[in-house]
């Protein structure tokens, strides 16, 4: 039977190459049925159902795929708990503290599965960076640096993010304690165990993420660039079909998806 999907936040950048990749590839998403876009309006390029009303939208689907916003995640999440059940994967990015104990919450009673980044590379990378720094040691300085197109607000960005906490991770130490976010002035000499942080923005760039270990006779740099948008759909699409048949009880991640 196929899996009954809705996306939510339809007219987004993320959310129109999803269903691009669905409609356009019925070969290789055979088990989907993609039946309902969730946004305040359709846009005229879109031939799909859209709705404004959440209701109607979780009455006709299994699951849930959303690239929004942060607060209608949440609001999905809740209203989803109280009355559908219905499991969801969010690659929806700026959640703040508070949202995101919202979501721990509900995810304690529907299957709820959130990446800042659907990329499986891009988690794949994490797990690389993780047991490097775990087995290098402080001797080795680590470095990211990320590149993302002019138009990007926040800096640095969240994959970046991603990747220094799991640095920080794989030396047992906390992240906050250790990150340095770009350097500056007469007197910053590097100190033993710090994760610097360096931001470019520019032109078109989708996503480039270096992480550096440096150590005293050698480097080793560790790399991901993204080439197209698609890779977040086609990650989003690999979790809800891991996702479908898993219980509620805690908030999955790409790791668990990924098995990594």
């Given amino acids: 039977m196929k899996m009954k999907i809705g996306i939510s936040g ?11 990749l669905i409609v356009e590839n ?38 849930v795929i959303d690239f929004s916003l942060p607060d209608n995640f949440v609001r999905l999440a809740e209203l989803n708990c109280d009355k559908y059940g219905k499991f969801m994967v969010s690659g929806t990015t ?10 721990e919450v509900a995810a304690q009673h529907v299957p ?4 800042g980044n659907m990329s499986l590379g891009v988690n794949l990378l994490c797990a690389l960076v993780r047991q490097s720094a775990a087995r290098l040691g402080v001797e ?5 640096a990320e590149t993302h ?9 969240g994959t970046a993010l991603m990747l220094g906490r799991a640095a920080a991770d794989g030396r047992e130490v906390a992240h906050d304690d ?7 002035g007469a007197d910053v000499l590097r100190k033993e165990g710090e994760i610097g942080y360096a931001v470019q923005r520019g032109g078109g760039v989708i996503g480039a993420h270096d992480v550096s270990f440096f150590g005293g006779s050698e480097e080793l740099t560790l790399s991901h660039k993204a080439l197209d948008r698609a890779l977040f759909a086609e990650g989003a699409i690999f979790a ?3 996702l479908k048949d898993k219980p509620a009880g805690r908030l999955y991640s790409m790791q668990d998806a990924l098995e990594i």
């Fill in 10 to 20: 339809i007219n987004g950048r993320v959310g129109r190459v999803l269903k691009s």
């Fill in 26 to 63: 019925p070969d290789q998403y055979k088990d989907i049925n993609l039946v309902f876009g969730l946004a305040r309006y359709a846009a005229s390029d879109l031939t799909l159902d859209v709705t404004d009303d959440a209701d109607t939208f979780f009455d006709g689907v299994d699951g």
């Fill in 94 to 103: 700026g959640m703040d503290a508070a949202q995101m104990d919202a979501i």
């Fill in 112 to 115: 709820i599965l959130h990446a």
């Fill in 140 to 144: 080795y300085d680590i470095e990211i």
């Fill in 149 to 157: 197109h002019r138009m990007k607000r926040d800096a640095p960005s």
């Fill in 178 to 184: 250790v990150a340095v976010f770009g350097r500056h």
């Fill in 240 to 242: 809800a079909r891991w």
